[in-house]
């Protein structure tokens, strides 16, 4: 089984950077993507960036340019750094990866982190 475990979020005043984290550990043989979302209050949830396994990143338009998604593969970590940070980016933050568990089982798994709270005062 694979364990995504997130860190890092908390408060800030807008203007203010905060960076996410989120260590996989388990079986893991390959990553394919890695995701972050968001889900503020009474809204959907959105894919906030995205990185392929051949580090193609990808970011919606509210977070282009503030927001950047890297990942240590020696660590099996992602992070999410979020600078000039607003009140619109207040939500829960998930951590969503696509794994290969093994290399005799070529599905790619779906797993999820328990998110963690971004809160931005005004």
């Known amino acids: 089984q694979v364990q995504l475990v997130e860190s890092g979020g908390g408060s800030v005043q807008a203007g203010g950077s905060l960076r996410l984290s989120c260590a996989a550990s388990g079986s893991i043989f390959s990553v394919e993507n890695t995701n972050w979302y968001r889900q503020a209050p009474g809204l959907q949830r959105e894919l906030v960036a995205s990185m392929s396994s051949r580090a193609i990143t990808y970011y919606t338009d509210s977070v282009e340019g503030r927001f950047t998604i890297s990942r240590d593969n020696a660590k099996n970590t992602v992070y999410l750094q979020m600078n000039s940070l607003k009140p619109e980016d207040t939500a829960v933050y998930y951590c969503?990866?696509?794994?290969?568990?093994?290399?005799?089982?070529?599905?790619?798994?779906?797993?999820w982190g328990q998110g963690i709270q971004v809160t931005v005062s005004s």
């Open positions: 969503n990866q696509q794994i290969q568990i093994s290399s005799l089982d070529f599905t790619v798994y779906d797993y």
